[in-house]
C-alpha cells in the first residue's frame, strides 16, 4: 500500500517570499503525484500533476513541483507568493490500473501568505 | 459549469441516530466518490462507483455505512447508527472515467456527532 507524509502541518510565509512545502512517498510500485488546494469555504481542487514525462511540472498560478524518484519526494515551490495563495495543499498519490482514481492524501500543510 | 454540489453542510445529531448526506455530481461525470476527512488530516476514500455500480468500497464500514447511487447520477451516503467517533467532514468528488485523477469535490458535509 503507499502512504504520503508531508512534513509541516502549517507554514507560515510573508508575502513576495519563496515556498517551499514539502511532500514524501512510499510505494512499492510506480506512482502518480499529484498537489490538490483547498482555499478557505471552497472545495478541494486539482493544482497539478505528475504522470509522466517531464519530472518538473507547472501550474498556471507559478506552483511548480519536481518528482525526485530517488528521494520519493515531490516537494511543491513557489518563488514568490501572494496573499491569495493561503489555502492549505493536499499531496496526493496514486498507483494507477484498476487503482487509478484511488487518491491516497497526505496530512494537509496549511499555508499562510502575510501582508 | 456547476460544481458538486453537497448538503446539508452541516448536521449535528444525538449518537445513535440515523443520517444521511446528498451529492449531485457534475453533470456527465461518471465517476463518484464519497471521502471522510477528519480534522487535521488529509480525506480517506470511503466508496467509488463508476456509474451506478460501487467498484471499490473496501474502507466503508459496513456495518453502519452505506452508499447508493440509483441511475449513475446523485448519491446517498447513510450512517445508522452514528457513533461519536463519526464527527468529521464527509465530501464528495466526481470526475471523468478517464480521467480519474482529476476530481472535483463538493464543499462537504460537516457532522457532529453528540
Known amino acids: 500500500a503507499q502512504s504520503v507524509t508531508q512534513l509541516d502541518s502549517q507554514v507560515p510565509v510573508f508575502e513576495e517570499a519563496p515556498v517551499e512545502l514539502r511532500c514524501n512517498y512510499s510505494s512499492s510500485v510506480s506512482v502518480y503525484l499529484f498537489w490538490y488546494v483547498q482555499y478557505p469555504n471552497q472545495g478541494l481542487q486539482l493544482l497539478l500533476k505528475?504522470?509522466?514525462?517531464?519530472?518538473l511540472v507547472e501550474s498556471i498560478n507559478g506552483f511548480e513541483a519536481e518528482f525526485n524518484k530517488s528521494q520519493t519526494s515531490f516537494h511543491l515551490r513557489k518563488p514568490s507568493v501572494h496573499i491569495s495563495d493561503t489555502a492549505e495543499y493536499f499531496c496526493a498519490v496514486s498507483v494507477g490500473g484498476t487503482s487509478y482514481g484511488k487518491l491516497t492524501f497526505g496530512q494537509g500543510t496549511i499555508l499562510t501568505v502575510h501582508p | 459549469e456547476a460544481g458538486v454540489v453537497q448538503s446539508p453542510r452541516y448536521k449535528i445529531i444525538e449518537k445513535k441516530q440515523p443520517v444521511a448526506f446528498w451529492c449531485n455530481p457534475i453533470?456527465?461525470?461518471?465517476?463518484l466518490y464519497w471521502y471522510l476527512q477528519n480534522l487535521g488530516q488529509g480525506p480517506e476514500l470511503l466508496i467509488r462507483y463508476e456509474n451506478e455500480e460501487a467498484v471499490d468500497d473496501s474502507q466503508l464500514p459496513k456495518d453502519r455505512f452505506s452508499a447508493e447511487r440509483l441511475k449513475g447520477v446523485d448519491s446517498t451516503l447513510k450512517i445508522q447508527p452514528a457513533e461519536l467517533g463519526d464527527s468529521a467532514v464527509y465530501l464528495c468528488?466526481?470526475?471523468?472515467?478517464?480521467?480519474?485523477?482529476?476530481?472535483?469535490f463538493g464543499p462537504g458535509t460537516r457532522l457532529t456527532v453528540t
Open positions: 468528488a466526481s470526475s471523468l472515467r478517464d480521467r480519474e485523477y482529476e476530481q472535483y
Open positions: 505528475y504522470l509522466s514525462g517531464s519530472t
Open positions: 453533470s456527465g461525470h461518471n465517476t
